[in-house]
Nanobody, 122 residues
């Protein structure tokens, strides 16, 4: 099992950038595909991006494609989400989780952490 702690969120102006980190605890981190999800106020949690065990496969929601980049460092048990050209529509709590597949359709495997808040001002 892998448990994760998200960090790196904050308040940023539209057009700015943030880098989120997801530190996972568990010796089997490198055996899991990982995904980032987000939940905006009043909306359901939605898929953002995913990455395969080795990092060779990445997949993105259409809304973030070309702006966000997911990556991982298995030596550090960490997955990252680099977010560029942020817009107010990206405002949400961001979560990471283990997932069944590195591309859609995929399902989450583990429990949710506390997430990290990203707020983009106009």
């Amino acid at each position: 099992q892998v448990q994760q702690v998200e960090s790196g969120g904050g308040l940023v102006q539209a057009g700015g950038s943030l880098r989120l980190s997801c530190a996972a605890v568990g010796r089997t981190f490198s055996t899991y595909n990982m995904g980032w999800y987000r939940q905006a106020p009043g909306k359901e949690r939605a898929f953002v991006a995913s990455i395969s065990r080795t990092g060779s496969i990445t997949y993105y929601a259409n809304s973030v494609k070309g702006r966000f980049t997911i990556s991982r460092d298995n030596a550090k048990n960490t997955v990252y989400l680099q977010m560029n050209s942020l817009t107010p529509e990206d405002t949400a709590i961001y979560y990471c989780n283990t997932v069944t597949q590195p591309t859609l359709p995929t399902q989450t495997l583990g429990s949710w952490g506390q997430g990290t808040q990203v707020t983009v001002s106009s």
